[in-house]
Every structure is written in structure tokens, then in C-alpha cells.
């Protein structure tokens, strides 16, 4: 995966993060092929925090139920573990009062339903790429 | 004496004969210790006792014969209430709960009758009171229990939701995959299998919730013996969950003969709730660990799986098997719908056989132990045994 790092890539970084391995993977494949995205998954809160330590993705795409953490546990682990600034945070989840919660976050720049709308993932990552 | 200080006296007594009728409430009592059992019926009767010793005007005594008593606001739980939590929590059938306020009724009276075999004309206005209290309790207890099963109903509903969403998801992204590959000329093999996977994984959730409506239903299941080897059946099993947990390890050995005869698919099946039951609630950084063997005198054959992680409580042992039982994770979003454990068990009771589980700070345990030979099936609580 070396050439995921931060210096070495010409296209922005996505990560999504997901403890069911198809979905993630799923995600990975129908973003990479309908994006200019580059698109890498890791699946659980753990392998989260490394991976956005190690490449510095420009986006995490994250599901709010991940047992044993959920909701924005997750984000607040990662804003303790990382010294720089969150990249932009998107999340989904089934659980509409974890949505609830989740939208009304300023780290959170977007939430949906999940599965979501692969347009509304897509106009995510539009945004993302723009700063908005 | 009076029925309200004989009911003072002799709390322990008439507790003593709820509790008797308790047990025989299956399957919701099996395993219940004598206080699970009991649950509050002395607190009850010291209700009842003391409300029967109150001064009450005709309108108090014609609001609560029309269940009009309210509870102040921020009142501590009735007894009658905590009861009707704990029969909900248990398993127990509204028309079982029902059923105990009518056993604490007959004791309370037949033991007091025994006592005191002559009445008076003040023994009718006690007999009265009394008759309101259990009422009272009664009806306390079941607007706890109604609520309490509309809570774990909505739950299960939300459950069942989340469940099927994520597979569901992948059905969907995996389709949309394999949409936008076509239109490149491209075949994507994984997005396939990844597909097959998701809807291989909601049927065998439906299948555990068929299961369960059958056995409420007492429609049967329906077991088609044949030979296998365990080993084979686990390893396959192991195959398959593998596939969808790709970042896990199962550590699989096998001991002695442990050819049988059972039903393929609902062995299948339990060996892959347990399984998967060990890989969600396991550590994904430690193994699981899956063994078959035959039991010490070769007539039945043994699987264990073994996870490691936190010694699971011993009071929540108890319910593992019991159906709609939250999982035993740390944080509400790892709830299950507690429906495999049960489906296990259901099966092998089907065989014969048992379903046991051991916790300790090192590992937990469960071994499903079946009667090697198809004669040991039998009836199991899903009602009557198709054999095909």
C-alpha cells in the first residue's frame, strides 16, 4: 500500500471505514470505478486510527455502528490519537438517532442512511475534493 | 386472624407456593434459582397486607376497582411492578403472569382458610380488600410486562433492521459494482461472490427468525437425518464464514471418530451460529478455535468453539440461549437478535442432544454435545418431528 502514502499519490484518498469486509470492499470497487478517487477500507476503529495515521486520507467514509465502539466515539478516537487536523469526516448508519446525533457534529461535514445513495456519496467526495 | 396479618405472618409460606407454581412455568422458569422464581411475592403480599390495613373511602375503593390508582410522579417502583419486569425479562408468557397472581391468590386464602376455618362478617370486608390488592398488583404487573415486551419489541424490530441492512448494502453496492463493470466490458468474479455472500447471509437470518416463529407457532421442525462426518461439516462451515470474515483466524482439530447421523443442514447451521456467534463477540486479534471429538464413551460426538476475550457474567449465561437476548457486547449497537444462540439449542434438543456454554477470564466455551446415532432424534420444543 506504499503508494497510498500522502507524497507519493496524485489523487485525492478516500478511506472507509466498515466492519463488514463485503460492504467496505463493495464501497472500495464502486467508488474507485465511478470516481477519480483512490479508495482503501479498514475494518474496525483500530485498523481505522493506523490507517489514517499512515496515509493521511483526504476523507473517511465511516460507519457509526462498529462494535464495540459506535457513533462518534469513533471520531473522537480519532481526534485523540491524530496530531493534525481530521481529514473529512462523512458518515452512515442505519440507526437514525445515531444520524441525528452524528449531523448535528461540525466535525461531521455528512451523514445518510445506510446504504447510501452512491450519488450522494459521490457529491460527497465532489466536496471534499472542492474544500468545501 | 385476620386475613391481613395472617398474610404478614405467613409472607414466606405463601411466597413458598408461588414459588413452587413458578417452576412449573416452562420453559421461561428452567434454570431460575428459588429468589428468580419468587420475585417480589413477599413484597407483594406486604403490599397487599398494608393496603388492606389502610383506611379507604368508597371513591378510593371505586377508582381502583376501575384501575384508576395512579403512582405519584417519581414513586420508586411497586413490587408488583418490579414483577412484571422480571417475568418480561425472563421469558415468561403474559397468560403465565396472569397465571401466578391466580396461584398467589388460591394459596394466600386456602392456607388462611386452613388457619382460620370460621369466618365472620369482618373476615368478608377483608376478603374484599384483599381481592382488590392482588387485582391492583395484577394489574400493575402486567401494564410493566406490556411495556416491557412492546420496548423489546420495537428493539427486535430495530435489530432485525440492522441486520438486514448491511448485507443489504452490499447486495446493492456489489449489483451497482458489477453494473458500471459491464459497461466496460469487465467481469468482476469478487463483486459475484460478494453478492452471493450477502444473500446467503439474509437467508440464514431468516431462517433463525423462521425458526423462532415456528417454535412459538409449535409449527415443528422438520429434521432429514443422514451420515456425515462432524469434522467435514465444521470445516465447511469454517470455509464459508471465513470468506466473509477474510481478516480472522479459526484454528480447527479434530480427535477420534465423529461420523454420525444427523441433520446436514441444521448441524450446518448451528455450527455456523456458533462460529460466527465466537468471531463476533471474540477479539478479531486472537483466534477462534474449533474442535470435534467423540465424547468419552464414543456415543456422542463433541464441538467446542472457543473465543477469547471478557468472562462473560454468570447471570447473563443463564439467557444466552433464551430467545431475543440482547448480545453480550459492551455498547447497544452491538445487539443481536439473540435468535442464533437459541436456534442452536433448539437443534440440538431436536437431536437429542444439549448445547452448554463455560466462561472463565481466559476463554469462553461452547460445546454442542449429539448423540452419535439418528435414533436419538427426537421431538423438540418446535413441536412435532418430521422425519423424511
Known amino acids: 500500500m506504499a503508494d497510498l502514502a500522502p507524497r507519493s499519490r496524485s489523487v485525492p484518498l478516500l478511506l472507509v471505514v466498515d466492519d463488514s469486509h463485503d460492504y467496505a470492499n463493495s464501497l472500495c470497487e464502486l467508488l474507485e470505478l465511478t470516481t477519480v478517487w483512490r479508495v482503501t477500507a479498514a475494518y474496525s476503529v483500530r485498523h481505522a486510527i493506523e490507517a489514517v495515521e499512515q496515509f ?74 472542492s474544500g468545501k | 386472624m385476620g386475613l391481613s396479618d395472617f398474610i404478614a405472618a405467613n409472607a414466606d409460606r405463601i411466597a413458598t407456593e408461588c414459588e413452587v407454581f413458578a417452576r412449573s412455568l416452562l420453559p421461561a422458569a428452567e434454570g431460575l434459582d428459588s429468589e428468580a422464581l419468587r420475585d417480589h411475592a413477599k413484597e407483594m403480599l406486604a403490599a397487599i397486607a398494608a393496603d388492606m390495613k389502610c383506611p379507604q373511602t368508597p ?20 413490587a408488583a411492578q418490579q414483577h412484571g419486569d422480571g417475568r418480561a425479562a425472563h421469558g415468561f408468557t403474559v397468560i403465565q403472569t396472569v397465571a401466578e397472581f391466580r396461584a398467589l391468590r388460591a394459596a394466600a386464602l386456602r392456607l388462611w382458610l386452613q388457619a382460620s376455618p370460621l369466618l365472620t362478617a369482618s373476615h368478608v370486608d377483608e376478603l374484599t ?3 382488590e390488592g392482588v387485582d391492583q398488583a395484577l394489574a400493575e404487573s402486567v401494564v410493566r410486562y406490556a411495556g416491557a415486551v412492546a420496548r423489546d419489541r420495537s428493539q427486535f424490530l430495530g435489530v432485525l433492521s440492522h441486520e438486514l441492512r448491511t448485507p443489504l448494502a452490499t447486495i446493492l ?9 459491464a459497461q466496460h466490458q469487465r467481469l468482476l468474479p469478487e463483486a ?14 431468516l431462517d433463525d427468525l423462521l425458526d423462532y416463529v415456528r417454535s412459538g407457532l409449535r409449527g415443528g421442525m422438520r429434521l432429514t437425518p443422514g451420515a456425515f462426518p462432524m469434522d467435514e461439516l465444521c470445516k465447511n462451515a469454517i470455509d464459508n464464514l471465513l470468506a466473509s470474515h477474510p481478516g480472522r483466524q479459526i484454528e480447527f482439530s479434530t480427535s477420534g471418530d465423529v461420523d454420525g447421523i444427523w441433520d446436514e443442514d441444521r448441524i450446518f447451521q448451528a455450527a455456523t ?26 456415543s456422542s460426538v463433541v464441538v467446542e468453539v472457543h473465543n477469547g476475550g471478557p468472562k462473560i457474567p454468570p447471570h447473563t449465561l443463564e439467557s444466552l440461549f433464551q430467545p431475543l437476548v ?8 452491538g445487539v443481536s437478535l439473540g435468535l442464533g444462540l437459541y ?46
Do not use: C
Open chain 1, 56 to 129: 493521511a486520507p483526504d476523507a473517511v467514509l465511516l460507519d457509526l455502528e462498529m462494535p464495540p465502539s459506535s457513533g462518534l466515539h469513533v471520531v473522537d478516537a480519532l481526534g485523540r490519537q491524530l496530531a493534525g487536523p481530521l481529514p473529512a469526516i462523512y458518515v452512515v448508519s442505519g440507526n437514525a438517532d445515531l444520524l441525528e446525533g452524528a449531523s448535528a457534529d461540525p466535525r461531521v461535514r455528512g451523514a445518510a442512511i445506510k446504504p447510501a445513495d452512491p450519488a450522494v456519496l459521490v457529491r460527497w467526495l465532489e466536496e471534499a475534493s
Open chain 2, 59 to 78: 371513591d378510593q375503593q371505586e377508582e381502583k376497582s376501575r384501575g384508576r390508582v395512579r403512582a405519584l410522579a417519581g414513586a420508586p417502583l411497586t
Open chain 2, 129 to 131: 380488600r384483599f381481592n
Open chain 2, 173 to 181: 453496492t456489489s449489483t451497482r459494482v458489477q453494473q458500471v463493470a
Open chain 2, 192 to 205: 459475484l461472490d460478494r453478492t452471493l455472500r450477502a444473500g446467503r447471509h439474509i437467508q440464514s437470518i
Open chain 2, 273 to 298: 451460529n456458533l462460529i460466527g456467534n465466537a468471531l463476533k463477540y471474540g477479539p478479531p486479534d486472537l483466534p477462534v478455535r474449533v474442535t470435534t471429538s467423540q465424547a468419552g464413551d464414543g
Open chain 2, 326 to 333: 440482547r448480545g453480550r457486547g459492551p455498547d447497544p449497537s
Open chain 2, 343 to 388: 436456534v442452536v439449542r433448539e437443534i440440538a434438543e431436536a437431536h437429542g442432544g444439549q448445547v452448554s456454554v463455560e466462561s472463565s477470564d481466559a476463554e469462553t466455551v461452547f460445546r454442542l454435545t449429539l448423540p452419535r446415532a439418528g435414533d436419538g432424534l427426537r421431538p423438540s420444543g418446535f413441536g412435532h418431528l418430521g422425519m423424511n
